[in-house]
């Protein structure tokens, strides 16, 4: 199984952009589905989370301006972004907690990343 992310690019400040991500491959279960982000130069570090039954987490950071949402029936997760900042600028990062069909275990598994860029 493999989480594809899409979505992000160059903006401006002020702005809005939305990154989807979806797991790909045969899912037993998804728990908890989320982003995180890497600027440059800086740690990978959590913005945002949502468990399976709607339940949400955002860093301190992005509160009130980023929106994540989630398709249980598609297993995807999405982030939309809004009144972005040149500080938002980071390789966005999707991550989930799922389980495999076939599988017994819960994994740990992240997306490829995609590039938010934030003009001033």
């Known amino acids: 199984v493999q989480l594809q992310a899409c979505g992000g690019g160059f903006v401006q400040a002020g702005g809005s952009v939305n990154v989807s991500c979806a797991a790909v491959?045969?899912?037993?279960?998804?728990?908890?589905m989320g982003w995180y982000r890497q600027p440059p130069g800086k740690q990978r570090g959590l913005v945002a989370t949502?468990?399976?039954?709607?339940?949400?987490n955002y860093a301190d950071s992005v509160k009130g301006r980023f929106t994540i949402s989630r398709d249980n029936a598609k297993n995807t997760v999405n982030l939309l972004m809004d009144t972005l900042k040149p500080e938002d600028t980071a390789v966005y990062y999707c991550?989930?907690?799922?389980?495999?069909?076939?599988?017994?275990?819960?994994?740990?598994?992240w997306g490829q990343g995609t590039l938010v860029t934030v003009s001033s």
């Open positions: 991550n989930s907690n799922l389980k495999p069909s076939g599988g017994s275990v819960w994994e740990n598994v």
């Open positions: 491959g045969s899912v037993l279960a998804v728990n908890t």
């Open positions: 949502i468990t399976h039954d709607g339940k949400t």
